[in-house]
């Protein structure tokens, strides 16, 4: 049974993570990383949490504990300097390792690379199973975006791409900051970082060219939905039908049908339509995904589950998410 350690389990995305684990029939928990944490039983992050687990140490200490997996729920800097250890699966939730080019990282995110992301894989799994023991697993929005324009980027025209995104305020982390304050967020909706997220160029580095990204804060606490407008060259349907036909985790809705954020709230699915209209000729492709589900700790352990030859599902939430 391979052996598994999450550094940073204090956070959303770690939190997540660990009930997918403690889902999983193959997977077992030998090491809790939390800085803040250390030295706490588990309970203290989740009362439903018994004793049976390992009490919090701190991150390095996890990083150190010989795991056969270790899920990476740090920082962007943090991760960015971790070094891996030798012979161990690591899925980096963050966006330390996305961009091939570290030099876009200082642009993008703010701060400087300080090492590199040579032999990291940038891995979705219905597209690109991880290639390597070392996965970068991709960030919400552009794993929503990516799953409705990657199959089809032959069949459009790139220069009139956009996509119109939405969150839950639980994407931005357990952090306290202004923005997330319920004060803000509640009978409100608000885009961010508008031209400057640093999902854009990690959309770009998977399709092949860049597009206009625009992110919005919903006023609830998970889901994310991403709008995306396209000029067609050529017909869509197929390709999303082939792409995902016989995936378990993303679905093409039948004809008609729009995906919606809760029904995939609390999920590790996606749900993809595509539509035209009528009045422009251009196509909507649009994908509904749990932010902190197939947008993050789903996906992390879906990943990991390729990488390590287990069944590709096993621990994820898919309750739902096809009749």
């Avoid at 200490?61 to 690591?90: I, Q």
């Amino acid at each position: 049974m391979p052996s598994v350690a999450i550094l940073g389990a204090s956070g959303y995305a770690g939190q997540e993570t660990l009930d997918r684990v403690l889902r999983h029939p193959e997977l077992e928990v030998v090491a809790l990383g939390s800085d803040s944490l250390a030295g706490e039983t588990a309970s203290a992050l989740d009362v439903r949490l018994n004793g049976s687990l390992p009490r919090f140490v701190p991150n390095d200490e996890a990083a150190g504990s010989g795991a056969d997996l270790l899920l990476l729920c740090l920082g962007h800097d943090r991760a960015a300097a971790f070094s891996p250890p030798a012979d161990a699966v690591v899925v980096d939730l963050s966006g330390a390792h996305r961009l091939q080019d570290t030099s876009l990282y200082a642009q993008w995110y703010g701060w400087e690379h300080p090492g590199t992301t040579a032999g990291w894989s940038y891995a979705i799994p219905e597209l690109w199973p991880p290639a390597t023991d070392l996965i970068a697993n991709p960030g919400c929005y552009a794993t929503a975006a990516i799953l409705a324009l990657a199959p089809l980027r032959d069949a459009i025209d790139p220069a009139s791409v956009v996509v119109d995104a939405k969150s839950g305020v639980s994407g931005a982390g357990r952090e306290l900051k202004a923005s997330s304050h319920a004060g803000f967020v509640l009978e409100n909706l608000s885009p961010y970082k508008v031209g400057a997220h640093q999902h854009a160029p990690e959309i770009a580095q998977a399709l092949g060219f860049p597009v206009c990204f625009v992110p919005h804060l919903l006023p609830v606490r998970r889901g994310l939905l991403a709008t995306c407008y396209v000029t067609p060259t050529g017909d869509l349907r197929p390709l999303l039908e082939e792409a995902y036909g016989d995936s378990r985790v993303v679905r093409v809705l039948p004809e008609g049908v729009v995906p919606e954020l809760s029904r995939v709230q609390h999920t590790d699915g996606a749900e993809l339509a595509l539509f035209e209209d009528r009045a422009t000729g251009r196509a909507v492709v649009i994908c509904a995904l749990d932010n902190l589900g197939k947008g993050a700790a789903g996906q992390a352990v879906q990943n990991a589950n390729l990488a390590l030859g287990l069944d590709e599902t096993a621990g994820l939430c898919l309750a739902g998410v096809f009749v």
